[in-house]
């Protein structure tokens, strides 16, 4: 059975904590390394591990974590090796072409017996892998050749006329959801048995299913309770979190119904801290994503932290990405880690939650959280001063992520 947390303590009990690490981005920047070259070529993806980390540790000190050296980040492996064409733009992120014409055709292809490892860019990683090993011996070397949560597959594998499938027809949506995990657990076994792994984790197990935010609250007990559900059995017996940028309030209560230990949020416009904290009791983190940093002061970046803080967030995090290597970035970055080791210290000291709001500036207060929507104000460049509260409804904020295309959708920090 898998852990389920008391969630009457779950909050109290997670305490409060901080991270910010470097992501394949900041080595990118720091070695001038072209996106498409570091994905595609092996030695231009050594020299800016090789060159990259140190300049990373030179530039930020020992408090922000140096990535892990692993083959490039390529979230949709899996769709890869069931056929799906890779795209690599320049100067942009990997991209994934739908593979499936109809739900019906995906039924039956997914249930064929499949080689994953042999198919697709799976050789051509693995030996990236091997060459990544060769070069820099002495590291462990990842493999980010990844497969993601039910329904990021689902619209990777149908883009999205996946959405209307759930919608004109939810059984055979279902069915395919089924399908499309049933899959993700074959590609698991596959890589975990690359390195003598369990494919069951005892101890936890994650999912990124950012797509998930794009199906109605409504159908979410019909359609996206039960391929979470089927996803976790098939990966860890004990505590289970979650990647899922956008959700909006009435998503919150499900993620209880789930049995969530942990949940990250991510680039979330329609929440805040106080309102994830009234409408779930799963213990989460707060995210100041990279491109915060341009339109924020030191100041503002200090009273992030605490705001978080005195708000309910069990942590916050951030990642060095491209466009923060320089002296602004690094003065902020050490501005987030001052205040999250000092509320960390002061949350273990017995601090209260408003004890640590009394240390956000008047001016932080007053922006932190009406208005936020994702970015720091109104007048942000990112947002557009058309904006409104956050707490609007789904339908009334300019903040509503848009895709262009079915190829292409937001990406995390790397």
Excluded at 70 to 85: I, W
Excluded at 167 to 175: F, K, Q, S
Excluded at 225 to 249: D, F, I, K, Q
């Amino acid at each position: 059975m898998p852990a389920t947390p008391n969630y009457e303590t779950a909050r109290s009990d997670a305490k409060f904590g901080w991270s910010v690490s470097g992501t394949q981005g900041a080595l990118r920047e720091l070695t001038g390394v072209p996106i498409r070259a570091f994905n595609l070529d092996t030695e231009v993806c050594i020299e800016a591990y090789r060159r990259g980390r140190p300049l990373l540790r030179e530039m930020f000190g020992d408090d922000v974590g140096l990535p892990g050296v692993s083959t490039p980040a390529v979230s949709y492996g899996h769709p890869n090796t069931l056929g799906a064409e890779l795209v690599f733009p320049e100067g942009g992120e990997v991209g994934v072409r739908p593979l499936y014409g109809s739900l019906t055709e995906g039924i039956e292809a997914l249930k064929r017996p499949m080689d994953f490892l042999s198919q697709g860019m799976a050789p051509f990683f693995l030996d990236f892998r091997e060459k990544l090993r060769e070069a820099l011996p002495g590291e462990a070397v990842g493999l980010s050749f990844g497969a993601e949560g039910p329904i990021t597959t689902a619209y990777e594998l149908r883009g999205q006329e996946f959405y209307m499938d759930v919608v004109d027809d939810p059984p055979l949506a279902i069915r395919f959801l089924k399908a499309a995990v049933d899959s993700v657990h074959r590609y698991h076994e596959a890589l975990c048995a690359l390195d003598g792994r369990p494919a069951v984790n005892p101890n936890s197990g994650g999912m990124c299913d950012d797509c998930a935010s794009f199906i109605p609250p409504r159908l979410w007990p019909e359609v996206v309770l039960p391929a979470w559900e089927r996803y976790y059995l098939g990966m860890t017996t004990g505590r289970r979190s979650a990647h899922v940028e956008s959700l909006n309030v009435e998503h919150l209560p499900f993620l209880e119904d789930i049995g969530l230990c942990h949940f990250d949020p991510s680039i979330s416009p329609r929440l805040t801290p106080p309102i994830i904290a009234s409408h779930c009791r799963v213990p989460f983190l707060w995210r100041l994503g990279s491109f915060h940093y341009s339109e924020m002061s030191v100041q503002e970046v200090e009273d992030f932290v605490y705001q978080s803080a005195a708000d309910c967030a069990s942590s916050v995090c951030s990642y060095v990405a491209e466009g923060m290597c320089n002296d602004a970035g690094v003065a902020k970055v050490h501005a987030f880690i001052r205040a999250g080791k000092e509320a960390t210290r002061l949350v273990a000291e017995g601090c209260t939650r408003e004890e640590l709001g009394q240390r956000v500036s008047a001016a932080g207060r007053a922006k932190l959280w009406e208005g936020w929507c994702g970015y720091l104000s109104p007048e942000s460049t990112r947002g557009g001063k058309q904006r409104t509260s956050a707490a609007e409804g789904p339908n009334g904020s300019s903040c509503q992520p848009s895709w262009q295309g079915a190829q292409h959708r937001p990406k995390r920090n790397r």
